[in-house]
């Protein structure tokens, strides 16, 4: 009796354990929570170099699923631990491990938004990357001179002051610097349309050229329209080899300005000084947006050589010294200000 039975003893025993098994198993795969409950999303950091065991852990400790070791199983025989990306992740309980899975392979990651204004220095940008805690401010500052990383953007610049566009970016925590500086070169290019490139070449420009024009351009107005005036009057003091004179690229020179500009910075040696040096600085003083870019290309057409802030964030133009001075005794000598000369 017992040999009769004895070829149905496996299935009699492992067939209820496959069963409990399957459904303790499909009980893994569902959700924590009902996800009709509206669970609270949690942010999920994801380093670099974490363990799956680790990361299963931070989940776990949110409570986003019901069992670490069940989901370390369900990771493993879909080979998705081998797959995880770094960065942050928005989870809540209503999802299932799958889910969670999918986007920790896929690298759905929370992006940061930030925002760089027209004008921005490099140093600005950086120091805007690490407040949102998407950089070391150091590094970011190193790359953006680093003449191997300027190389493989088909740069031949000392650095990538004027190249970095100033828009709103998204970027995700632990994205490489590296990767943030080529994007934002690649939307300089952009902004840089090719009409504007073929102007460029009509005016005798070099793209360097255009970049420095439109950063100072860019620091000395923050008037639309007055833009193009700006423009027209640089254009011209270079075309009658006029020292440009111009109170942003001095500040750029200087190692600390305390928002306060003296005669005596006026003559500092270096080549950015525009009140000592004839020409163009040697290389762009901040990151200029497209409207100072085409500004810089399209200049206004007119005989001004001089202009001088109303103290309104607007500025009078002028085509005489005679009458530059007035307007200057007007705007700035009686408020202890200066103007251009």
């Known amino acids: ?38 669970p609270p999303v949690h942010t999920v950091d994801i380093p670099e170099g974490l363990s799956f065991q680790q990361v299963a852990t931070r989940i776990d400790e949110q ?20 797959r995880i990306k770094p960065g942050e992740y928005a989870f809540d309980a209503g999802m299932r491990p799958m889910e969670i899975l999918a986007d920790l ?14 004008g921005f220095t490099v140093a600005q940008i950086a120091r805007r990357l690490a407040e949102q805690g998407l950089v070391e401010e150091k ?14 953007l088909d740069l031949d610049v000392p650095n990538l002051e004027g190249y970095l566009f100033p828009t709103t970016y998204q970027f995700a925590k632990y994205s490489q610097p590296e990767d943030m500086i080529r994007t934002m070169v690649a939307f300089t290019w952009k902004a840089l349309t090719p009409e504007l490139r073929e102007r460029a070449k009509a005016l005798d420009m070099s793209i360097h050229e255009v970049l420095t024009l439109a950063s100072v351009i860019e620091k000395e107005t923050g008037v639309p329209e007055e833009r193009p005036l700006i423009a027209g009057v640089f254009h011209n003091r270079l075309k009658r080899n006029i020292l440009l004179q111009s109170d942003p690229t001095v500040i750029y020179a200087m190692e600390s300005f305390d928002g306060n500009l003296r ?6 040696d270096n080549p950015y000084n525009t009140y000592r040096f004839k020409g163009l600085p040697p290389g762009p003083i901040a990151n200029p947006g497209a409207a100072s870019m085409k500004a810089a290309l399209y200049p206004a057409e007119n005989s001004y050589l001089y202009f001088v802030s109303r103290n309104d964030g607007t500025h009078h133009f002028s085509s005489t010294l005679t009458e530059h001075n007035r307007a200057v005794d007007k705007f700035q000598r009686r408020l202890g200000g200066r103007g251009m000369s």
């Open 1 to 38: 009796m017992i040999a009769k039975y004895a070829r149905w003893l496996p299935a009699m025993i492992f067939g209820p354990v496959l069963v409990v098994g399957f459904f303790g198993f499909g009980w893994l795969l569902q959700p924590n929570v009902d996800p009709a409950s509206n």
């Open 63 to 82: 409570g986003l699923i019901k069992n670490r070791g069940g989901f370390v199983l369900l990771a493993k025989l879909t080979m998705a631990d081998r």
């Open 105 to 118: 392979q896929e690298g759905k990651v929370i992006l940061r938004q930030v925002t760089f204004p027209e």
């Open 139 to 152: 590094v970011f500052l190193q790359l953006a001179q680093d003449p191997d990383l300027i190389r493989t």
């Open 263 to 268: 005669k005596r910075d006026l003559s500092i």
